[in-house]
């Protein structure tokens, strides 16, 4: 089992900001940018590209909302999407709210937040989520 599908399976705790059957999405733990959030299918895949379409697309549509949510919690330009997948081998959307193209240089200094904050910024989302 991948880290990520013990995640999505509440054996290791995360930071959840929205869930269906089919996909999870909760706080990346080295954030970019406050709200910085993965978006998993509960299924276990590496490589997003080896997904069939009609997953791939209900990930994406899942993935939309979860961004719509976190544009709210989290006032933004936009919210970029990007996916990288070289340290995790389980598929992920990271989305990332976006004041300029710098929040979505991978290579910057990641923040260090307090569990509080962690936890405030999930509620925050998962409020905006679950009022869809
Ligand atoms: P990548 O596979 O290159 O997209 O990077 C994996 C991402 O997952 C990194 O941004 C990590 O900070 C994040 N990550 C790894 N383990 C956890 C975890 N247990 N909870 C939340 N995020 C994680």
Do not use: D, R
């Given at each position: 089992m991948s880290i990520f599908s013990k995640i999505a399976a509440g054996e290791i705790p995360s930071y959840k900001c929205a869930e269906n059957e089919e996909f999870y999405a909760f706080l990346d733990i080295n954030p970019l940018v406050k709200g910085h959030t993965l978006v998993i299918p509960r299924r276990e895949v590496d490589y997003i590209f080896d997904m069939e379409d009609d997953e791939l697309a209900r990930f994406?549509?899942?993935a939309k909302k979860v961004a719509v949510a976190i544009k709210r919690a989290f006032p933004c330009v936009?919210?970029?999407?990007a996916v990288l997948g070289l340290e995790v081998p389980h598929a992920h959307i990271?989305?990332?709210p976006m004041q300029s193209e710098k929040d979505m240089n991978f290579s910057?200094?990641?923040l260090s937040l307090s569990k509080e904050e962690m936890q405030e910024a999930a509620d925050k989302i998962w409020?905006?989520?679950v009022k869809e």
């Open positions: 994406e549509v899942f936009k919210v970029g999407q990271h989305l990332v910057n200094p990641k409020t905006e989520f």
